[in-house]
């Protein structure tokens, strides 16, 4: 946990007294404070080279974005982190002067649809905190991989809907596809398990669901209605509604 988040209010350093009281958003966004000293996070790195073990850091702001990112450039840069796949997680204030740095590293940002709805009344009243913070369409188009997860709401055709909104800025809003994508091949990379899930090929596991609707062409309002009529997971039916009728 390099920082915390704006909206659960888990933005205060561990040694601060108390909490700062309602803080403008474009400031949370812009600068969130650090859980941990900067010379302690380069300390994390470089326990985590040791030991091989893959790093997954709670970024939120730009400040912790920006800390972890120099201290990848202390400890080797490009040639140690690009294939270790360090996980961002949220990575909401990934700010355009930080995109080139987060590719060159190779970082995967796993993002949380939930928490891109969560401040719409702000975003609606001209907030100025998302004219830079939680990318998504960008981070793609600049090669980044991204994955999403829950961190709130298990329902994940809810998560692809806000992720296909995006209310607090719709600019950066993505297609069903890339969310289905990124729910599922680029998560299973984020792991290091795509040579085993993420896809349906020869040689994976057959984890997979029959859904109820079509969720590329259903509307919108209607993807957190969808529900899997039949589960298999590593080639094993673990849900049977019965809805399949086989002659």
Request: aromatic share 6%; proline share 7%.
């Amino acid at each position: 946990m390099t920082d915390g988040v704006p909206i659960e209010g888990t933005f205060t350093p561990r040694d601060a007294i108390k909490m700062p009281t309602s803080p403008p958003f474009d400031d949370i966004f812009g600068d969130l404070p650090l859980t941990f000293p900067e010379k302690e996070i380069a300390a994390m790195l470089k326990e985590s080279l040791k030991d091989n073990d893959q790093l997954i850091l709670h970024v939120s702001g730009y400040r912790a974005a920006k800390a972890v990112l120099d201290a990848m450039e202390a400890t080797g840069g490009k040639s140690v982190w690009a294939g270790r796949r360090v996980r961002f997680e949220h990575g909401d204030s990934l700010f355009p002067d930080l995109v080139g740095r987060v590719k060159e590293y190779g970082i995967v940002v796993v993002q949380n649809p939930s928490h891109l709805m969560g401040l719409s009344s702000v975003a609606s009243s001209g907030g100025a905190a998302f004219s830079k913070a939680q990318p998504l369409r960008s981070l793609l188009a600049a090669g980044i991989p991204v994955a999403l997860g829950s961190d709130g709401p298990t329902n994940p055709f809810l998560n692809i809907m806000f992720a296909t909104i995006h209310g607090d800025r719709p600019s950066e809003a993505i297609t069903r596809e890339q969310a289905v994508v990124a729910y599922t091949l680029t998560s299973a990379c984020a792991e290091f398990a795509e040579q085993e899930k993420g896809s349906l090929q020869p040689e994976k596991l057959a984890d997979l669901a029959v859904l109820s609707q079509d969720i590329f062409t259903v509307p919108t309002q209607e993807l957190p209605r969808t529900r899997s009529v039949l589960t298999m997971v590593g080639g094993k039916v673990i849900y049977d509604a019965q809805a399949i009728k086989i002659n």
